[in-house]
């Protein structure tokens, strides 16, 4: 039997994509665990999520910090928890994406410091920061400083990354939060090229980087998308954004190295489609949606990092992340995938789709650069009200069953899943007493940091020297380098700066986002239009009134949003007053618009303690007639604690139908104010 021969002209593989896995919870030492222990199980590149306290500025001590602490990310105070984050990993040879963007210059400098006490050469520090604060502002909600300031910051890194990290990606282009937000292609594609000119301009118009080195920063710009489950259209939209980088970089800004005007991504594929119901369906739909950024290799995603099946229930184990580790590990490895030039080449079919693309993509970057570019159409919530409006219109095809999710609104039945028989571990879970020990640690590193063996200088002088370089026009760089050097925490950092630059309320794009489900007569929505006039008249009220909140430090406040705006199209007066707000706050403005009910919306974890402070809050006002419903991902033994507590209802992401939570809504309202029930006929 003769050896089998290669065939005849067949080339070499293409070297895989970047694997990560998107990892950090607890502590710094927790996660520093985790990511030796996925590298050595064959992931190519970190990828560090923060927590929400680390991603908005403040403290783990910080009272808007409370029960999010080491929830969704790890929580990085200052350069102790850096230094023991990438304890014994060696990052001149790492490539290390950080999922951070208001605080961005403040997570590079920690991390170049401990680059350095490493003996690191830092020119060799290879990573991203994602740095984009526009996406913030519109879907993810961790912004913390105007939008002026906030661009500031960015081009101060780039400008930085470029003369001394000169193989950093400073910013990473987000469009993927877009995407969860309800963006379509086109405004995925419109708004991510609209922040990267916004970015690019400010950067030429600094004067910080000479005309010749512009190629430079060009080249350093990358992009993070999403890859939704209908990989044709995603695939096309991914060679449609390439197409489009090349034209702006070449007709914009001049650009004649095809090197520098390369697309480069990477990839995080759809969360938003990850459903509670049959979970296990996850899977197929996490592996079509990889195949969008790897199948054609003209458009193929330089870095790649999947979701975990189990992401709609709580947070992923190790062995979960292992899980989708090994799908990406299957594809390059397995399959013949990379030994091909692209597959697509010359189908007419994909050219038809990606021109349409392209031209209805350019058309809506030319109306945003018409208002003045993107931080302006940020700030007239032009952006904000058209990704509700997007997201109200899918939400709608779901309800109506035109846009079919498998297990949700179609072939509902199953079998018993034996991954989920116990849902108590089929997900990780936070010690709550993670939170008292971070906190602990961070007290005695404000106590100690000046004293051996650290000896670091007195931060107060590194704080003003920050502050007043902020009132300048000079790189802020050096100057959170320095505050890093000498110790100071995170807070104290984002607080200097919010001294100087004030805070940011985004527009939530509620009040102008049109009816996405008409309430004609016999539908769901009419009738509890009429459930909802029949209470308020049956009550003696003009019209009821219902409070849509965001304790915490949660930004996820799409969910919020829908509901907030079938509310208001229910005939509801919606009071939704954005992000971050303490349940005082909440309490306080319930009491004050005399609502009729309250929705707290969580997503991160932090439902435990915050819920049931509202609900106290409530009690002590003598306010126990205003029922309060939560929504979130909220495991089965939380709910039954909450509802315990006396929560009204509990809404997970299996409760698709938003006009049915509206009607149950009224239905608490009825139950709080000794309503008899009220039936309306279809």
Not at 187 to 201: H, K, N
Not at 330 to 336: F, G, I, K, R, T
Not at 585 to 597: F, P, R
Request: include cysteine; charged fraction near 25%; hydrophobic fraction near 40%.
């Amino acid at each position: 039997m003769t050896e089998r021969q290669p065939a005849e002209g067949k080339r070499e593989k293409d070297r895989p994509w970047l694997m990560r896995t998107y990892a950090g919870h607890s502590t710094a030492e927790a996660s520093n665990e985790l990511y030796r222990r996925n590298l050595a199980k064959g992931q190519t590149g970190l990828s560090v999520a923060f927590d929400l306290p680390t991603q908005t500025g403040y403290d783990s001590d910080h009272i808007l910090a409370r029960g999010e602490v080491g929830r969704v990310g790890v929580p990085i105070a200052h350069l102790g928890d850096m230094r023991r984050l990438f304890q014994d990993i060696p990052l001149e040879q790492m490539n290390t994406s950080m999922t951070i963007n208001a605080t961005a210059m403040w997570l590079l400098a920690l991390y170049q410091v401990v680059a350095e006490e490493q003996g690191a050469d830092i020119t060799k520090l290879q990573g991203t920061t994602q740095n984009d604060i526009v996406k913030e502002y519109l879907s993810r909600g961790t912004h913390v400083f105007p939008p002026g300031p906030s661009l500031r910051l960015t081009t101060d890194m780039i400008a930085y990354t470029v003369s001394h990290i000169p193989k950093w990606n400073p910013i990473n282009i987000c469009s993927y939060h877009l995407q969860e937000a309800g963006a379509t292609p086109v405004q995925e594609i419109a708004y991510a090229m609209s922040t990267a000119i916004a970015v690019l301009d400010a950067v030429r118009d600094s004067g910080q980087v000479p005309a010749e080195k512009f190629g430079d920063v060009v080249a350093r710009i990358s992009f993070f998308v999403n890859a939704g489950v209908r990989f044709i259209e995603e695939m096309c939209k991914m060679r449609a954004f390439g197409r489009i980088w090349d034209q702006v970089t070449r007709e914009r800004y001049g650009i004649e190295n095809p090197k520098q005007r390369r697309f480069r991504y990477g990839v995080q594929v759809n969360s938003l489609g990850l459903t509670e119901a049959q979970p296990e369906n996850n899977v197929q739909r996490i592996v079509l949606e990889m195949l969008a950024v790897t199948l054609s290799k003209d458009a193929r995603a330089r870095a790649v990092q999947l979701p975990a099946w189990n992401e709609a229930l709580g947070l992923p184990r190790p062995w979960d992340q292992q899980w989708s580790l090994r799908i990406q590990q299957v594809l390059a490895y397995e399959s013949d995938l990379l030994e091909y030039e692209d597959i697509f080449e010359g189908s007419k079919v994909i050219e038809t789709k990606v021109d349409e693309l392209v031209e209805a993509s350019l058309a809506e970057i030319d109306r945003i650069q018409e208002m003045g570019g993107a931080m302006a159409a940020v700030e007239s919530g032009y952006l904000k009200s058209q990704l509700v409006a997007s997201h109200a219109e899918r939400r709608g095809r779901i309800e109506s069953g035109q846009e079919k999710i498998i297990g949700v609104n179609a072939f509902e039945g199953t079998e018993p899943n034996p991954l989920t028989a116990d849902l108590d571990t089929a997900i990780q879970t936070v010690d709550p007493a993670v939170e008292a020990r971070v906190i602990a640690g961070l007290q005695n590193w404000r106590d100690t940091r000046y004293q051996p063996p650290f000896n670091h200088p007195r931060p107060c002088k590194a704080l003003e020297k920050l502050k007043e370089a902020a009132k300048g026009t000079g790189n802020l760089m050096e100057a959170t380098l320095e505050c890093a050097r000498a110790g100071v925490t995170t807070g104290e950092w984002a607080g200097a700066l919010r001294e100087v630059f004030g805070e940011f309320r985004a527009p939530t794009g509620v009040s102008s986002a049109p009816v996405a489900i008409p309430a004609e007569e016999g539908s769901a929505l009419s009738q509890v239009r009429r459930k909802v006039d029949l209470t308020a008249k049956d009550m003696g009220v003009g019209k009821l009134r219902f409070l849509v909140g965001k304790p915490g430090l949660d930004g996820h406040s799409n969910g919020a949003e829908q509901i907030a705006v079938r509310a208001r199209d229910a005939g509801f007066e919606v009071v939704y007053q954005g992000i971050r707000l303490t349940p005082e706050q909440i309490v306080d403005a319930a009491l004050a618009e005399d609502v009729h009910a309250v929705g707290l919306s969580i997503l991160s974890g932090s439902h435990a303690q915050l819920v049931p402070d509202v609900l106290d809050r409530l009690r002590v006002a003598g306010a126990t007639d205003i029922p309060v419903i939560a929504g979130g991902i909220i495991p089965n033994g939380d709910a039954e604690q909450l509802r315990a507590a006396g929560v009204a209802a509990v809404f997970t992401p299996k409760d698709f139908d938003i006009t049915g939570i509206i009607g149950r809504i009224v239905d608490e309202i009825r139950k709080a104010n000794k309503l008899d029930p009220l039936e309306v006929p279809a």
